[in-house]
C-alpha cells in the first residue's frame, strides 16, 4: 500500500482541472489525426485506447474544455 | 441508472458529465456524446430556472440503454409544472425573456435528439424524456 | 448527490467517473481524485462481487459535501452481508481466495480515505461510508 501511495504521490499533485484539459487537448489532437486518416470519426474506444485511459475518463476531460464545433449554429439556420 | 440531484446550478455540469459517462459503455463519437451532453444540460437547467425558481428542490435523471443502441433519458422534476406544454415548445417561446433566456431550450432538446417526450402537470412538476439512437459501428474489428 | 445503479460489472468504470465529476467541484489534485476513485471502485466492486455474486442488485452511491472541503461518499447495497466486519477489514482477509482477490480492498479504502465505517447486516446489505478532507489550496492562482 505504501508502494501505491508512493506512485500516486510521485505522480500528479497537479490539480485535476488542469489534468482534465491537458488529457481533452490530447484527445481532440488524435482526433482529428484520425480523421485525416480514415475520413470518419473515431468512437470513444478509439480514442481512450491510444490515452490509455476509460471511455468514461474520456468523457470527463473532455467536458473540461469547449469543444470545438458549433452546437447552435444548426438551430438558428 | 437513475441520478437525483438537488437543483443547484453547479449540479449541472455534473449531472451532464455523468449522462455522458453513462453513455459512453456504447461507443459513440464526440459529436453524439456533446449532442446528448447539450440536450441534458437544457433539460437540467429548465428544472433549476423554471422549475423551482428561486427554490432547491429535487431534479432526478435516469438513463436506459436498449438493445438496439438506443438510449433513454428522462430529466424529472417536482416543480411548478408548465402550463401549455405545446406553447413552451415553440421556437423562441420563454417565460423569461428578461433572464437572457433564448427560448430556444426545448428546439436544442428536439434538433440533438431523435425523440423528445414532454409531459407536465402545473404545481406537479415536469417530465423531460429523450431517446436517441446511437450509430452502430461498421465493425468491432475496425479498430484503427 | 444520489446514484442508483445495477451491479454490473460494466458499471463500475461509470460509477468511478460519477464520484470524479461529483468531487471535481473541489478542484482536488489529481492524487486526491485518483485515491477517492480507487476507493469507490473497491467498495462497488465488493458490492457487485461479494454482496450479490451471481445476482443484479441495486447499488446507491451518495455523495455529499461538507462546508470545511470535506467529501463523504457512500457505497450502499442490498446484498447478503458482512458476518463479520471487524474480520472482513483485515488487510488480506478474504472470503474468495479463488477469484485472485487480494483482501486488499477494505485496507486500500482505509489507506486512500481519511475515515472509513462499514455497518452490515447478514441477509440486509452493507453500508461503506468515507470521508476525506480535500486540501483547501493557498491561493487560486497556483495552478501547478
Ligand atoms: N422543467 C420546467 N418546469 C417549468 N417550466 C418549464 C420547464 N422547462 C421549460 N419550462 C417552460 O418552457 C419555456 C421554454 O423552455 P425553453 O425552450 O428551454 O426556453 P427558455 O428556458 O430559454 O425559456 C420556459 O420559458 C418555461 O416557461
Ligand atoms: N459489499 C459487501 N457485501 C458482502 N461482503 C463483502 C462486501 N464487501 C466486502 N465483503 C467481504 O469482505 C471481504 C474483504 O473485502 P476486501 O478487503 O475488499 O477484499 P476482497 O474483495 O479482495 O475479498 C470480502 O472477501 C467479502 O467476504
Ligand atoms: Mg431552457
Ligand atoms: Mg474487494
Known amino acids: 500500500i505504501g508502494e501505491i501511495r508512493r506512485y500516486l504521490r510521485d505522480n500528479n499533485s497537479m490539480r485535476i482541472s488542469r489534468s482534465l484539459k491537458d488529457t481533452a487537448y490530447k484527445a481532440l489532437k488524435i482526433k482529428e489525426k484520425y480523421i485525416n486518416k480514415n475520413h470518419r470519426e473515431p468512437t470513444l474506444e478509439e480514442i481512450a485506447k491510444e490515452l490509455s485511459i476509460t471511455k468514461e475518463e474520456l468523457v470527463f476531460a473532455l467536458d473540461s474544455i469547449q469543444e470545438p464545433i458549433s452546437l447552435y449554429e444548426p438551430v438558428f439556420q | ?144
Not at chain 2, 437513475?2 to 456504447?26: C, D, G, M, T
Not at chain 2, 443502441?69 to 409544472?81: A, P, S
Not at chain 2, 409531459?119 to 415536469?126: D, I, K, L, P, Y
Open chain 2, 1 to 144: 441508472m437513475e441520478l437525483k440531484i438537488p437543483s443547484k446550478s453547479q449540479n449541472e455540469a455534473f449531472a451532464r458529465v455523468a449522462v455522458a459517462a453513462f453513455v459512453a459503455q456504447l461507443d459513440p463519437t464526440l459529436d453524439e456524446v456533446t449532442e446528448i451532453k447539450t440536450a441534458v444540460s437544457e433539460a437540467v437547467t429548465n428544472s433549476i430556472i423554471h422549475a423551482y425558481e428561486d427554490k432547491i428542490g429535487e431534479i432526478i435523471i435516469k438513463g436506459k440503454i436498449y438493445e438496439n443502441y438506443v438510449v433513454e433519458i428522462e430529466v424529472i422534476d417536482f416543480g411548478k409544472g408548465i402550463e401549455d406544454v405545446e406553447l413552451a415548445r415553440q421556437p423562441l417561446f420563454t417565460t423569461k425573456p428578461d433572464q437572457e433566456r433564448s427560448g430556444m431550450g426545448f428546439t436544442v432538446m428536439e434538433t440533438f435528439m431523435d425523440k423528445l417526450e414532454v409531459t407536465s402537470e402545473v404545481g406537479r412538476g415536469t417530465c423531460v424524456r429523450m431517446f436517441k439512437a446511437i450509430k452502430k459501428r461498421k465493425s468491432e474489428g475496425a479498430e484503427n
